[in-house]
Nanobody, 122 residues
């Protein structure tokens, strides 16, 4: 019933930009806190950013000043604008719906998309 679909992942040169989208069905995004996570090869899935229902946002230190999370409630979609991309940003990016009590913890998100691949080359 609930489905999250990420899109926008691409190959890009370092310094470039991408905008990722997360479209939801089966729930209304405006009623939920929604986060972005990423997982690089052979690495743990890590928190990237989150947007709360009232619009407040949080970012992991490594992306502050470069990434911006936003939402379009009319389209039931959450975005991640990624600027000044670095090779270390290479990962599969996932969106997820917050259902727990710790914003940066994967265990606090009950619904996940399948992910979209972002590859940043030097």
């Amino acid at each position: 019933q609930v489905q999250l679909v990420e899109s926008g992942g691409e190959w890009v040169q370092a310094g470039g930009s991408l905008r990722l989208s997360c479209a939801a069905s089966g729930l209304t995004f405006s009623s939920y806190t929604v986060g972005w996570f990423r997982q690089a090869p052979w690495k743990e899935r890590e928190f990237v950013s989150v947007i709360r229902r009232i619009g407040s946002t949080y970012y992991t230190d490594s992306v502050k000043g470069r990434f911006t999370i936003s939402r379009d409630n009319a389209k039931n979609t959450v975005y991640l604008q990624m600027n000044s991309l670095k090779p270390e940003d290479t990962a599969v990016y996932y969106c997820a719906v917050f259902t727990g009590d710790t914003l940066a913890s994967t265990k606090s998100y009950g619904y996940w998309g399948q992910g979209t691949q972002v590859t940043v080359s030097s």
